[in-house]
């Protein structure tokens, strides 16, 4: 199949679009025309970020830690050809050593279990052309100070993807794998120290900056796009993983 430069018509949704790498993949896609219905656990993002985008898009109040929410969410939909995952739990960041055993559990718990239960129960219901794009982490393949926790997760998930999207072809399965992003992942650190963290990594990135959400969201869109990417795991770091 070439590269579909229109996805009218098509329906797609965005686990964790209300913000981030989510809310940019669903702006992506209404671009193209496609429907998009963003889910998250809180609906004032959601009406928020609906209001912003314009378009096809409905929302989706659901946590998709509930495995119970989440069958009976897909089950509902009338068909879905696009499902992005990219929502963001609470990660345990921090030296390995002064991270607590069950700082590890809860990372698990906070991005890879839910993302597990979206992509076991969103893959049930994939149309036959249809694909399934994740948004994992550079923590899987590069030495990201304090992220060891996330870089198990992350690398959980990217071990999924061969497989996956073999047993589950001719629906394609990617993965995304972002650098530093700019997005609401980070507003709860202080201003200074966030400004101080996002210079000093654009100064060792060989493009010279930090990641925008709407990077990730080109190359998550690449995935959608091109129909003869599947089973791959695309860095998207400006090439930080490199130096
Ligand atoms: N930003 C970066 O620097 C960076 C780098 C590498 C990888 N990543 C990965 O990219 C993904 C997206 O990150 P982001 O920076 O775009 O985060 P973000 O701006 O904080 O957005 C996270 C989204 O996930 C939703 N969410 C969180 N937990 C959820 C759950 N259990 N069920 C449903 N929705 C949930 C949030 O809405 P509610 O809280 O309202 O539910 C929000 O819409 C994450 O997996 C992150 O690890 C990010």
Redesign the pocket.
């Known amino acids: 199949m070439p590269v579909a430069t229109s996805l009218t018509g098509q329906t797609s949704v965005v686990?964790?679009?209300?913000?981030?790498?989510?809310?940019a993949s669903a702006r992506a896609l209404v671009d193209r025309g496609a429907m998009v219905t963003l889910?998250?656990?809180?609906e004032d993002?959601?009406a928020k970020?609906k209001d912003a985008l314009g378009g096809a898009v409905s929302t989706a109040v659901?946590?998709?830690?509930d495995e119970a929410a989440a069958a009976a969410f897909f089950e509902g939909l009338p068909v879905l050809d696009h499902l992005v995952v990219?929502?963001?739990?609470g990660?345990s960041l921090g030296p390995f050593t002064e991270v607590p055993v069950q700082g590890v559990r809860d990372t698990f718990d906070?991005?890879f279990w839910?993302?597990l239960i979206a992509m076991h129960h969103g893959a049930m219901v994939l149309s036959e052309q249809g694909t399934m794009t994740i948004?994992?982490?550079?923590?899987a393949i590069a030495a990201v100070p304090q992220a060891s926790c996330?870089g198990a997760v992350?690398g959980a998930l990217e071990g999924m993807i061969k497989t996956l999207s073999v047993e589950l072809a001719p629906r394609r399965v990617n993965a995304v794998?972002?650098?530093?992003?700019?997005?609401?992942?980070?507003s709860r650190i202080p201003d200074e120290i966030r400004e101080a963290m996002y210079a000093q990594s654009a100064a060792s990135t060989p493009v010279g900056r930090i990641?925008q959400?709407e990077d990730?969201a080109e190359a998550v869109l690449a995935c959608i796009q091109n129909g003869f990417l599947t089973g791959l795991v695309l860095p998207c770091d400006g090439g930080k993983r490199l130096v």
Request: charge should be neutral; proline fraction near 6%.
């Open positions: 686990i964790g679009g209300s913000s981030g790498i989510g809310l889910v998250g656990r809180t993002r959601l970020a659901m946590d998709c830690a990219s929502l963001a739990g990660a906070g991005k839910p993302y948004v994992t982490g550079a923590s996330l992350n794998s972002p650098g530093l992003t700019d997005t609401e992942a980070w990641g959400p990730v």
